[in-house]
């Protein structure tokens, strides 16, 4: 049989199954054959909400979505043009994306009786009709790995573990992806255990050659290159490239980087990628809850180090009181916050945005601290230097936000040259700084630089800089412990002060809007990046006109932001929260933002946007 190639400009893919089927390495290897390939992509790893739910039911079902393209792309895709589902629950948990005409993968095998009955089916989809505006493709995955193994002497139920190659190999062929990397990732990942490594091996192979031979498919479809820059790149999560950032913002700086942190999802990998890189003189530190791992982090940052702490939402609630004692002592401190569903527990491995406000307040008393948010996978690295550089400079805890969508995705990255990177000086305090009456020359912890209002960084150890430090009040100057009135309210107004001047730090917001005629602005923050702006170019190329700001810096506001807002007669913020942004906004510029919302655990479609943007210019 004669096949063509056809071209196509994108395509997105997702991989759905059990929690047991392998979609997250099945995802993560197709990508990277993609990435080396030389497509731009973006991905959506979807995790089950259950850690250990029933195999076979919808609660049990893991995804993963990836979109390829031979253009830059900013979304991992609104919706599939091909569901690869390997059981009855990962086909009715996804048929909610799936639009009518594109291409359903079953693996025919797992539909049997039992198993249709836990994905809630009362008749077979296979049978009933209900699949009949789709192209479907019904394959037997399960009995040909099985198969296929039989010669290595790999018992069928070890050989059903394999079963995930299988569709790796089948969607390989259909889109033209390398398989040398994928086979030399076997060997290399499963090289110890020669046994499954075959196993996995032949299913590959045998995924591959079943799309060449079974007349099944009436062309195959190549994705092309898209178009980069020269240099090297990676393809990176936000919390590898965070991990990175922090990496590269400790030796921007010359310090020791310490991490001390609690595992939690979806914030964990961070705390992995760090453990392994003591090349780069990183100390890491799982301690036993979330107060334990940021006072280390604090009292790192004591000693000199960059002082680290990763968590996610309800971390970041019981780091409260350490926060409010960094806030009082003034020392650099960066607190990394990987939001996901909540309150309490929440939905753990889902996205959410709902942790600005705590960001913003969430700490006993008067105790401002910056803000600042990622809005890219990639971008989770420069958020991350940011953040350093805010803290080092003005000595003071910066909470950097991002989330379980940033964090798990994935994106193609160019490797920046780090000699271009610059240097954050901490300037320690190498001398006493203050002359009693009596002409003594003694160390005033709290004697301010005249342009930042930070306080001197004075690591223990230096003959002449001893001092005291603690949660009660300071003197201004002196830091002695103080209970005078005034003196608290001047250094409450001091500490607000330090917070508001960087803002003269910071660049001004930029706002795209090339006609310059637009009255709509659309204004996000953090992971609605890339929703947004697929949105809003959608949107222009409908030949309306509308803008776009998008922020890094969310305490404080970029010195401009208001100008910007009052220039435009509608405001809208899409949010994966209440609102939260909009309200900060309304109450700070007065200007009547209009919130867009969602907390299905999942990201902005950018058609949600568009649409939203259509309502309000009445189009």
């Known amino acids: 049989m004669t096949r063509q190639t056809e071209q196509l400009d994108r395509v997105v893919i997702r991989f759905a199954g059990d929690s047991g089927d392998g979609m997250q390495l099945t995802g993560d290897r197709f990508t990277t054959a993609s990435a080396t390939f030389g497509n731009d992509l973006a991905t959506f790893p979807d995790f089950p909400a259950e850690i250990r739910a029933p195999a076979g039911t919808l609660a049990g079902v893991s995804a993963f979505q990836v979109h390829i393209s031979d253009h830059q792309i900013s979304t991992p895709g609104d919706a599939p043009t091909v569901l690869v589902a390997m059981n009855p629950a990962g086909l009715k948990a996804n048929m909610g994306v799936m639009a009518r005409g594109t291409t359903l993968i079953l693996n025919v095998d797992a539909f049997d009786e039992r198993s249709l009955a836990k994905a809630g089916y009362a008749e077979s989809p296979l049978t009933d009709g209900s699949l009949s505006h789709y192209t479907v493709y019904e394959i037997p995955m399960t009995s040909i790995t099985q198969n296929v193994c039989k010669e290595a002497g790999v018992k069928p139920r070890d050989a059903e573990r394999s079963k995930n190659f299988f569709a790796l190999g089948l969607v390989s062929w259909l889109y033209t992806r390398p398989t040398d990397e994928t086979l030399a990732w076997i060997h290399q990942k499963f090289g110890g255990k020669p046994q499954v490594e075959e196993a996995n091996t032949r299913a590959f192979r045998a995924g591959y050659d079943f799309g060449e031979t079974a007349e099944l498919f009436d062309a195959r479809y190549e994705v092309r290159a898209a178009s980069f820059e020269p240099g090297t790149y990676v393809n990176v999560s936000g919390n590898t490239a965070l991990a990175w950032g922090l990496i590269a913002a400790a030796k921007m700086a010359s310090l020791p980087l310490f991490l001390g942190s609690y595992p939690i999802t979806p914030a964990s990998d961070i705390l992995h990628e760090l453990s392994k890189r003591k090349e780069f003189g990183v100390r890491t530190f799982q301690a036993e809850d979330e107060i334990a791992g940021i006072g280390s982090a604090l009292g790192a940052a004591f000693g000199g180090s960059l002082g680290v702490t990763t968590t996610s939402g309800p971390g970041l609630a019981l780091k409260g009181e350490t926060l409010g004692l960094a806030v009082s002592l003034e020392l650099p401190l960066v607190v990394v916050d990987i939001q996901r569903g909540g309150p309490s527990t929440g939905l753990p491995t889902k996205t959410e945005q709902s942790d600005l406000l705590q960001a913003m307040y969430g700490r006993h008393g008067e105790a401002p601290l910056p803000v600042i948010a990622a809005k890219s996978p990639s971008h989770c690295f420069e958020a991350a230097i940011e953040a350093t550089r805010i803290a080092v400079k003005y000595r003071t805890p910066v909470i950097l936000l991002s989330d379980g969508y940033l964090g798990n995705g994935t994106e193609p990255w160019k490797l920046p040259d780090t000699s271009t990177l610059g240097t954050i000086e901490p300037n320690f305090a190498v001398a006493p700084n203050h002359e009693n009456a009596d002409g003594t020359a003694v160390f005033w912890p709290y004697l301010r630089d005249p342009e930042t209002l930070a306080r001197p960084w004075a690591p223990p150890g230096v003959a002449g800089l001893e001092h005291r430090i603690g949660g009660l009040e300071k003197a201004d100057g002196s830091g002695n412990v103080s209970y005078d009135n005034t003196n608290h309210e001047k250094m409450t107004h001091l500490r607000r002060d330090k917070i508001a ?108 946007i568009e649409a939203a943007i259509a309502e309000i210019l009445g189009a």
């Open 501 to 608: 001047g960087i803002a003269n730090d910071i660049a001004d917001v930029e706002v795209d809007d090339p006609s310059g005629q637009a009255n709509l602005l659309v204004i996000g923050w953090g992971s609605t990046f890339g929703s947004i702006s697929a949105g809003v170019q959608r949107t222009r190329a409908k030949g309306q006109q509308v803008a776009q700001v998008h922020l890094t810096h969310l305490n404080p506001f970029p010195k401009n932001l208001g100008e910007v807002l009052k220039a435009y007669e509608h405001v809208l913020v899409p949010e994966m929260n209440l609102g939260q942004l909009s309200r900060l906004l309304r109450s700070e510029y007065l200007v009547d933002a209009k919130s867009l919302s969602k907390m299905q655990g999942s990201p902005f479609r950018a058609a949600e």
